[in-house]
C-alpha cells in the first residue's frame, strides 16, 4: 500500500483523499495549515490530516518523508514551495495548477530530481490535453485544434450565470493572466476574456472565451504542426461582458483580492454542476479536410454518503488517473512528464479515468468506423442536431469530410 500526501483540504484536496482510500491500495495524509479544514475530512481509517504551513518548505518536506507522491491541490501561488519540498524529499510530485509560471518552476525543479514531476493533472489543463492531442496524432497535416471546458452551475440563478465551483483565487488567476495560443503557425500571447464566441450543443446555448493555463504544455507540442491552437473557458452566454466590467471598468484587476472577497460574499456554492468538454480538429487525412470532436458532458452526484460535484469529480479523478499510471510503472519516474505523454486509452481505462467515459444511452454516440480501433469517443450528432459556434472575429463554416456525414458544424 503506498502511502500519500495531498496538500490542501479543500473540496478538491477532500476528493482525491476520498477517492484514493476508497480503491483500498493508498493510505492518505492531508496536509493543510487550517484547522477547521481538517477536522472536516472524512473519518476513513486510511485518511489522517497534519498541520502544516504548506509554504514552509522544510516543515512540509518533514512530512513528505518516505511516502510514495505528493499531491498538490493547493493554491496555485503555493505550487512553488510545495513542489520544492517534494524534490527535497525525494517523493514523485503531482498538481492541478493552471498557473502557466509555476509550472515553468516546477519544470526546472524537475530537471534535477530524481522522481516525477507531473503538473496539470487536473481537468483543464489535464484530461483536455490529454483528449486533444490524442485526437491531433490522427490527423496527418493539423489545421485548428479548439480545447473548450466549462464548469458551471446547472442551474444558474444571478446575472453572471456562474456559482463558486473551483478556487476563487483560480477563476481570477485565469481571468486576469495571459493566454497561450498558436496564431497564424506563431505561439503567442492573447489577452484573457477576448475572442469571444457563441454555440449550442444538446440545445444549449454557451460562450466562450480566452482565459489563462488551460492548455498545459501542448502548445510547445504542437508548435510548427498546427496551424492555429487555443484554449477558451465555456459560461453561459453574457458572463464574461460582466467580468470585463468588473475588471477593466471596475479595475478590480488591481485588487484581486477584494474581487476574491468578493465573490466568496456573493456567489453561493454549488455542488449541482455540470462540467462540459468540447474538442475540434481540423486537418488533412489523406488528402480530404476532415473535421472530428470529443465532446462529453459530466454531472454532479450530489446524492448519497460520497456526493460530489462535477468538477471535484473530474479533477480528482484525473489526478487519480496519473498516480495510479505512475504507481503501476506507466509513466516515466524521473524528470518532468507532460500531460501529452499519457496515452488516452490508458486513462480512460483506468479505474479513475472511467469517469469521463460517456454514460450509456447519452445522445452523444461514438462514430462507428472510428472508435473500435482508437477507443477514442467522438462526437456523432444526427443531422437534425446541428452543433454550431460562432466567432464573432471571423465567421467560416467546415463541413465535416467523413463518410458518416454525421456531424456538421458551423464556425
Same mark, same amino acid.
Given at each position: ?276 468538454? %468540447? ?5 488533412? @487525412?489523406? =488528402? $480530404? ?5 470529443? !465532446? *462529453? &458532458? ?53 479505474? %479513475? ?5 460517456? @454514460?450509456? =444511452? $447519452? ?5 462507428? !468506423? *472510428? &472508435? ?40
Amino acid at each position: 500500500m503506498k502511502e500519500i500526501v495531498v496538500t490542501g483540504a479543500g473540496r478538491i484536496g477532500a476528493a482525491i483523499a476520498d477517492m484514493l482510500v476508497a480503491a483500498g491500495d493508498y493510505t492518505v495524509t492531508v496536509a493543510d495549515r487550517s484547522a477547521d479544514q481538517l477536522a472536516a475530512l472524512s473519518s476513513h481509517p486510511q485518511i489522517s490530516g497534519v498541520a502544516v504551513d504548506l509554504s514552509d518548505t522544510k516543515a512540509l518536506a518533514a512530512v513528505l518523508k518516505g511516502k510514495f507522491a505528493l499531491l498538490n491541490a493547493a493554491p496555485y501561488h503555493l505550487t512553488v514551495p510545495i513542489a520544492e519540498a517534494a524534490a527535497e524529499a525525494g517523493v514523485h510530485y503531482l498538481d492541478l495548477t493552471e498557473d502557466v509560471k509555476s509550472t515553468r518552476r516546477v519544470k526546472e525543479i524537475a530537471a534535477s530530481a530524481e522522481t516525477a514531476f507531473i503538473p496539470q493533472c487536473g481537468l483543464a489543463p489535464g484530461f483536455i490535453t490529454i483528449a486533444a492531442n490524442s485526437l491531433a496524432k490522427r490527423f496527418d497535416a493539423l489545421h485548428d485544434v479548439r480545447m473548450r471546458v466549462g464548469a458551471l452551475p446547472q442551474f444558474p440563478a444571478n446575472a453572471l450565470n456562474y456559482n463558486l465551483t473551483w478556487s476563487p483565487e483560480g477563476v481570477i488567476n485565469e481571468y486576469c493572466e495571459p493566454c497561450e495560443a498558436i496564431v497564424d503557425g506563431e505561439m503567442k500571447e492573447v489577452a484573457p476574456l477576448e475572442g469571444h464566441e457563441e454555440f449550442s450543443l444538446d440545445g444549449v446555448r454557451y460562450e466562450a472565451f480566452n482565459t489563462s493555463g488551460g492548455l498545459g504544455s501542448i502548445c510547445e507540442s504542437l508548435k510548427g504542426r498546427v496551424r492555429n491552437l487555443n484554449y477558451r473557458t465555456i459560461r453561459y452566454p453574457g458572463h464574461a461582458s460582466i467580468m470585463k466590467m468588473l475588471l477593466n471598468d471596475l479595475r478590480l484587476i488591481e485588487r484581486r483580492d477584494l474581487l476574491k472577497e468578493i465573490f466568496e460574499h456573493a456567489l453561493p456554492t454549488t455542488i449541482q454542476d455540470v462540467v462540459v468538454i %468540447f474538442v475540434t480538429i481540423t486537418g488533412l @487525412k489523406n =488528402g $480530404r479536410l476532415v473535421q472530428e470532436s470529443y !465532446a *462529453n &458532458s459530466v454531472f454532479a452526484d450530489p446524492a448519497g454518503p460520497t456526493a460530489r460535484s462535477a468538477i471535484q469529480k473530474t479533477t480528482a479523478a484525473g489526478i487519480c488517473t496519473v498516480l495510479d499510471l505512475l504507481a503501476n510503472g506507466k509513466l516515466p519516474s524521473k524528470g518532468f512528464v507532460q500531460q501529452e505523454d499519457i496515452a488516452l486509452e490508458d486513462f480512460l481505462a483506468n479505474r %479513475f479515468g472511467r469517469t469521463y467515459q460517456p @454514460k450509456p =444511452g $447519452r445522445r452523444l454516440r461514438p462514430l462507428e !468506423a *472510428n &472508435s473500435a480501433s482508437s477507443g477514442f469517443p467522438l462526437l456523432a450528432v444526427p443531422f437534425r442536431r446541428h452543433v454550431t459556434l460562432r466567432d464573432r472575429t471571423s465567421l467560416h463554416r467546415v463541413a465535416q469530410c467523413q463518410t458518416t456525414g454525421r456531424l456538421s458544424a458551423s464556425f
